[in-house]
């Protein structure tokens, strides 16, 4: 058996923390190969990716082994070695593709600059060979009308095209080893499986190695040739990946996949259920009536329509979810509702009035009872505050109550949210991805509103923590019966939370109904192509590759007699 092209042997990596972050983590990726590595947050998955390339924090202290094998046989040992050694093995032997392409990318720079800029760092290219290889590079990542892209800044170009780029420039020296660290957690579900399909494409073409760094176990299912699982910096399972999906061994292992959400399976059948409206008794919470939202300038000629036509409503005690991509108007209907949004057409009624219409302290009233849960809780709490106090501020702004009845309804809202009462005096940084969450939504429930907005509040979260902060809010809404906008591009989350979805496409509303009906047996094309993108966990069904058949992919998974 030929060498791996790069072996991680006994590694482990310390901070002055009492748990070190990598315990003792083995992998070995041969060439040509996809490796996941999977696990929740402090798992020790991106600093294992940030120890390959030396990487890591200041303050860290590594142990082990790190080598990377050439064709040739001979070994390139990468942990421990300086800047100089390294610098010859970054970007031209190995890369790494960072999560959020928009922050890997210099905003104040053309693409074509950037990729002259990464083929330039390895060897002298002229202008004309570096604006030709930029060219092809584009091409090869599949970005449309790739010489006119060279001269587009960043912000000229859609999530999914940025993260191309960045794909571009990863590859720009034909590097043997890709390392992924979420390469598709921040894109809309759509675009996910156009990238996805792309690494696959480019691990066909060219026989580059990739190591996926995820959360996403559908993701996993999809391109993984094998899955390593680690827990607390620890390796606690490793087979290929249809091995490990039909027949985990750990317990991790299994509570991981257990807590994967699935959409159900499609039934035509659903399309003969007559849909009642058992809601027409109950007074709506929110509702669009034909509204209208454009951004930029009118009188410039610069206006484009971010919101077109737009009409439903949330009664009480529903939760209505809206999918859609990047751009399709999800956020945008969101801050409509609590009025932060420009209307350019229709109505927002709250509670039966128009919010927009209302007086300043007429609107500051109704705003009272909306309330908002953000997609990222570490950003969304202050770091220099306690919890306790966070939690009161709301209370605070709206003089509510006397100092001991806020402190009484702070201890109230932690128990709601299933945290002790003790935590009110500890700092968010003291606090699990998880427990801010539940702080967050602690804090959006402190005015007992009648409508909370969710706007992606578990897409930064890890697959159980995710599914313990889903049945508490579940729990929660039941129980305090408020209206709910959910938010989210993650369509498994929606089936789980929604009574009814929403779907929107480029500011217009193409399908609305029950969950179960929409997700079994959805009737605009655009639903269905949502949830044909959709990342299945199940590698049985994984999509087949260009160059082979349907036969041949069956004989690969073992399937075929």
Known sequence: MSSPLLSIEHLAISFSHPRPAVNDISVSIGAGEIVALVGESGSGKSMTARAVLGLLPDGATATGSITLTGADGSETPLLGVGEVALNKVRGRRIAMVFQEPQTALNPVRTIGWQLRE????????????AR?????????????????????????????????????????????LLLADEPTTALDVTVQAEILALLSRIRERTGTSILLITHNMGVVAQVADRVVVLQQGDVVEEADTRTLFASPQHAYTKQLLGAVLRLPEPDTRVHALHEVDDRREVEPVVRFDGVHVAYGSRKRGRAFPAISDVTFDVRAGEVVGLVGESGSGKTTLGRLAAGLVPLAGGEVLV???????????????????IAFVHQDPQAALDPRVRIGDTISEPLDIHDVGTRAERRARVTELLEAVRLPASYAARLPHELSGGQRQRVAVARALALRPTLVIADEPTSALDVSVQADVLTLFRQLQEELAFACLFISHDLAVVHEVADRVAVLKGGRLVELGPVQRVFAAPRADYTRALLAAVPAPDPSVRPVRADETPDEAADEDGLAS
């Open 132 to 176: 030709e290889r930029a060219v092809e590079l584009l091409t090869q990542v599949e970005i449309p009308s790739p010489e006119e892209r060279l001269d587009h800044y960043p912000h000229q170009l859609s999530g999914g095209q940025r993260q191309r780029v960045v794909l571009a420039l990863a590859l720009a020296n034909e590097p043997e």
């Open 351 to 369: 509670a039966g009035e128009d919010l927009l219409g209302a007086s300043a302290s007429r609107r500051r009233e109704l705003r009272r009872s």
């Open 118 to 129: 990464a083929l330039r760092a390895h060897g002298r290219v002229d202008k004309a060979a």
